[in-house]
């Protein structure tokens, strides 16, 4: 059922952004930004997302840097629910889809403890997006039947964790880009040659895109000679080699 205000209390939207290119923003998620009283959005928002929206509207930065929130989760979701409470339609923008290591699903079960209605609007996520941008097929009938997904950031899930190597034929890390020598060596530790193909890749499907590829072995050096910088998704498979034919993006 489709979230309803009233008189008293609003409704947050939590809308996915999509991997940066604002084209590849859905027409919901375009339409509930135009109509939004306020807007909280992240680092991965794309400013010419940002512009849709009205004037008047309040657009309030809570995002991160390199492990560092500039608002803690605690305060955003008090803050959504506070906004909502006051009557206002109010869109939580997320790079990517809210559902992927978004912490959408935090903020959802938190509005639903204050009996605050919500919404949410899936996104493309960089999982598919920039991979696409990036010409690397998750999957091919030549060199993988399936893809994993996993955070390349220990203190996401826990900061006693290791690293999750899945058992896939792709592998995808999201938020790993600070930690690729520890993501390298649990790959090794995990059975991977160094020779196995590898592909960083920062802000993936706009006019910045930066793109490094290698092996295990090599690919320090060629994330440090393209300057890939957070965010950036690393792709670990066989796939990696089909980039040199099928690329088709800058």
């Excluded at 959802?108 to 204050?114: F, P, R, S, T």
């Excluded at 941008?133 to 899930?157: C, E, K, M």
């Excluded at 910045?208 to 440090?224: C, E, L, R």
Aim: glycine fraction near 10%.
């Amino acid at each position: 059922m489709v979230a309803k205000s009233s008189k008293k209390t609003g409704v947050v939207y939590l809308v996915g952004a999509g991997p940066g290119d604002p084209e590849l923003l859905t027409v919901k998620g375009q339409r509930l930004i135009k109509e939004a009283d306020v807007i909280l959005f992240d680092k991965l928002a794309n400013d010419e997302i940002l512009m849709l929206a009205k004037k008047k509207t309040e657009k309030l930065y809570v995002g991160k840097k390199a492990g560092f929130h500039i608002v803690p989760q605690s305060e955003i979701n008090r803050k959504l629910v506070e906004l909502a409470k006051a009557g206002k339609k109010v869109v939580r923008l997320k790079g990517g889809d809210p559902f992927v290591l978004g912490r959408g699903g935090e903020e959802c079960e938190y509005l639903k403890k204050h009996d605050v209605p919500f919404e949410i609007i899936p996104g493309i996520s960089s999982i598919l997006g920039v991979t696409a941008y990036a010409g690397i097929p998750l999957t091919h009938r030549d060199y993988a039947d399936n893809f994993a997904v996993a955070t390349g950031h220990q203190s996401v899930i826990n900061e006693t964790k290791k690293l999750s190597v899945p058992k896939a034929d792709t592998l995808v890390y999201l938020m790993g880009v600070t930690n690729l020598p520890n993501i390298l060596e649990a790959l090794q530790a995990a059975g991977y040659k160094d020779t196995m193909p590898i592909a960083l890749i920062e802000r993936g499907t706009t006019k910045h895109q930066k793109v490094a590829t290698g092996t295990i072995k090599n690919i320090q050096s060629k994330v440090k000679k393209e300057g890939i910088e957070p965010p950036a998704l690393i792709i670990v498979g066989n796939v990696v080699k089909l980039r040199k034919k099928i690329n088709w993006f800058i």
